[in-house]
C-alpha cells in the first residue's frame, strides 16, 4: 500500500520530470533546433543547467534560512509580555520589506556589495520575511491558553513552555510562512542574474539579451518545476506535522 502510493504521488513525478530537464535539457537540441529553427545554440550552453539549480538553490537556502531564523524570533519577541508593544513596528517594517521591489532592493545593494550573490540574498532575505514573521505570530498566539497554563501548572519555565509547548504547537502554522516565503524566493531569485548571480535566470536573461527564446523555455520550465516541487515538499512536511485527527 505504501509503495503504490508512492508511485501515485505527484511530488514524485514531478520531481523524475526536473531531474530528467535539469540533466538531460541537451539531448531535447533537435527538439529546440526544428521549433526554433534559425536559432544556435538551440539549448543554453553556457554553463550546465545542474551547476546553475546549485547556485540558484544555495541563495535561496541562504536567504530563507536567515529569513526564517530572523523572522521566528522577532515573532517571539513581539509575542513575549516584554516585546507585545514592538508588535506593530514589527509587522510594518516587515511588510515594508515585502512591498518594495526586490530589482529597486538590488539597485540600492550592488554599490555597497558588488556584483554577485550578495546583493540577491539581501533581496530575498527582505523580501520573505513578512509570511514568516506573519505565519509565526499567528501560530504562538494561537496556542491555546489552557495548554499553556496547564504546563506552567506542571512547572515549566518561560523557556520551557516556549521550546516545549509554543514553538512545537506553533510549528505547522510557521511552516506554511516558511512555504510561502520559499516558494516566493525560488521566482523571485532569477533576477539575480542581472546582477552578475548564477541562477536559473541566467538562461532567461540570455536569451532575453540575445533574442532566443528556447533559452527563455528552458530556464523559465526550470524555475518553474523547482518552485512547485519545493511546494510539494513542504506541503507533505505540514501534514506530517498536523497533530493526529486535525483536518488536512
Known amino acids: 500500500m505504501r509503495r503504490s502510493n508512492l508511485v501515485a504521488s505527484p511530488t514524485l513525478w514531478v520531481g523524475v520530470l526536473f531531474l530528467a530537464l535539469l540533466f538531460g535539457m541537451p539531448r531535447l ?54 516585546g507585545r508593544d514592538f508588535r506593530a513596528l514589527v ?7 515585502q512591498t518594495f521591489p526586490p530589482a529597486a532592493v538590488l539597485a540600492l545593494a550592488v554599490p555597497a556589495l558588488g556584483f554577485g550573490p550578495r546583493p540577491t540574498i539581501v533581496a530575498l532575505f527582505l523580501y520573505g520575511l513578512l509570511p514568516i514573521i506573519e505565519n509565526a505570530i499567528a501560530g504562538l498566539e494561537g496556542v491555546p491558553a489552557a495548554t499553556r497554563e496547564a504546563a506552567r501548572g506542571m512547572g515549566l519555565s518561560s523557556w520551557q513552555l516556549l521550546r516545549d509547548v509554543d514553538l512545537p504547537l506553533a510549528a505547522p502554522v510557521i ?42 523555455i528552458q530556464g523559465a520550465v526550470l ?16 501534514r506530517w506535522l498536523q497533530p493526529p485527527g486535525t483536518p488536512a
Open 29 to 82: 537540441a533537435p527538439l529546440f533546433e526544428w521549433s526554433f529553427p534559425g536559432v544556435s545554440p538551440p539549448v543554453f550552453e553556457r554553463g550546465s543547467f545542474f551547476a546553475l539549480w546549485l547556485s540558484h538553490a544555495g541563495l535561496v537556502l541562504v536567504a530563507g534560512g536567515a529569513a526564517t531564523i530572523f523572522g521566528i524570533a522577532l515573532a517571539v519577541f513581539v509575542t513575549r509580555p516584554a
Open 91 to 97: 509587522s510594518t517594517l516587515a511588510a515594508v520589506g
Open 175 to 216: 511552516l506554511a510562512g516558511v512555504r510561502v516565503s520559499v516558494t516566493i524566493a525560488i521566482g523571485t531569485a532569477t533576477i539575480g542574474s542581472t546582477v552578475g548571480a548564477l541562477t536559473l535566470g541566467t538562461p532567461i536573461f540570455d536569451g532575453l539579451a540575445g533574442n532566443k527564446l528556447p533559452f527563455v
Open 223 to 238: 524555475v518553474a518545476l523547482f518552485a512547485i516541487v519545493t511546494d510539494m515538499l513542504f506541503a507533505r512536511l505540514e
